[in-house]
C-alpha cells in the first residue's frame, strides 16, 4: 500500500488547528506505523503560525494534497527541491499569511521524525511567494516564487563529513529504488529555487515549475567544482465529464474536482473522469 495514514485533526479554543497522522504504507516496505505529521497551528486571521512535524509550504506540487494530485507521485523535480530543507515529516516552525490572492510563507527546519541520531542536526530555512494576478469567473492563473537554504547540513557521525544526497525513485514507485541520485556529497550547504506557473479554464487545467538546485562543497579537491541541476516539469488534465479542478486558497494549490454525478449506471451517471499527462 502506497499510502496508509491514520490519524486525528481538530480544533482547540477555536484560534488553534492540530494533526497528528501515523503513516502504515511505504514504496514496497509495508511496515509498522511511522509518524507522518505532529504539529499545532495558531491562526490570527491572515497569518497562520504553525509549529511541529510537518511538510513545510515550498512549492505548488509540494503542497498540493496527495489525494488530489494528479499522479500518485509528485514530479521529481518537486521531490529533488523539497528534500533538501522540506518534505514530509520535517521539524519546523513555520510562519504564513494568505489573502485573497496572495500567499507568503516562510520557515525554520530541522531534521525530520525518524532521522538516525546525528552529531549535528541540519539547519534550514525555506519559503514561498504566490500571486494570482488574473481571475474570473471560471478561470485563473498563478505564479509563484519558492527557495530553500541549507544553512547547517547534518552530521551523522562525529568527525565525519555533512552529507546532501539529491535523490529521488521513480514517479511511480513500487520498491525503494533511488532512480536519480548524485550520492552523498560532502557539503557546506545547499540551495534551491523554483518559480511557479499555472492556469485554469473550466474542465482544463496546466502547471508546471522549474527547480535551480546548488550544493556547496566542503573541502573540495583541486579543480572539483560545485555541483549544480536543474529540474522541470508540465502536467496538466481535462476533467472529461466537465468539473473544475478546486483551487484551494488554503495552501493555493489544486485539489482534485468534486464529483458531481456519483457513480449509478441505473441513473446514467458515471462519476468523475480525468484524462493526465505530465512531462518531467
Not at 5 to 25: H, M, P, S, T
Not at 235 to 245: D, I, N, Y
Amino acid at each position: 500500500i502506497r499510502r496508509a495514514r491514520l490519524g486525528v485533526d481538530g480544533k482547540l479554543f477555536k484560534a488553534f488547528d492540530y494533526n497528528i497522522l501515523l503513516e502504515f504504507g511505504g514504496a514496497g516496505t509495508d511496515g509498522a506505523g511511522t509518524l507522518q505529521e505532529a504539529w499545532l497551528q495558531y491562526n490570527y486571521a491572515p497569518l497562520k503560525v504553525k509549529v511541529g512535524a510537518f511538510a513545510p509550504n515550498v512549492g505548488l506540487a509540494d503542497v498540493a494534497s496527495t489525494n488530489g494530485s494528479l499522479f500518485s507521485e509528485r514530479p521529481s523535480g518537486s521531490e529533488l527541491a523539497r528534500g533538501l530543507a522540506a518534505a514530509d515529516k520535517r521539524i519546523a516552525l513555520q510562519v504564513q499569511t494568505v489573502g485573497e490572492r496572495y500567499l507568503i510563507s516562510g520557515a525554520v527546519t530541522g531534521a525530520k521524525t525518524g532521522d538516525s541520531a546525528t552529531t549535528d542536526e541540519q539547519l534550514g530555512y525555506v519559503g514561498r511567494a504566490v500571486f494570482i494576478p488574473f481571475k474570473g469567473y471560471d478561470w485563473l492563473t498563478h505564479v509563484g516564487v519558492n527557495a530553500s537554504k541549507v544553512a547547517s547540513p547534518a552530521q551523522a557521525t562525529a568527525g565525519g563529513p555533512y552529507a546532501i544526497t539529491v535523490t529521488d525513485r521513480p514517479e511511480l514507485r513500487v520498491d525503494g529504488t533511488q532512480l536519480i541520485s548524485s550520492g552523498a556529497i560532502d557539503s557546506e550547504g545547499a540551495r534551491h529555487y523554483g518559480f511557479e506557473l499555472a492556469a485554469q479554464k473550466k474542465n482544463f487545467f496546466i502547471q508546471g515549475e522549474y527547480f535551480d538546485i546548488a550544493l556547496d562543497r566542503r573541502n573540495p579537491a583541486a579543480n572539483v567544482t560545485d555541483p549544480k541541476f536543474k529540474a522541470w516539469y508540465v502536467e496538466g488534465s481535462w476533467v472529461l465529464t466537465g468539473e473544475a479542478r478546486k483551487y484551494n486558497l488554503n495552501n493555493f494549490a489544486f485539489d482534485a474536482p468534486a464529483v458531481d454525478k456519483p457513480f449509478d449506471p441505473k441513473k446514467g451517471q458515471w462519476g468523475a473522469w480525468e484524462l493526465a499527462a505530465r512531462y518531467s
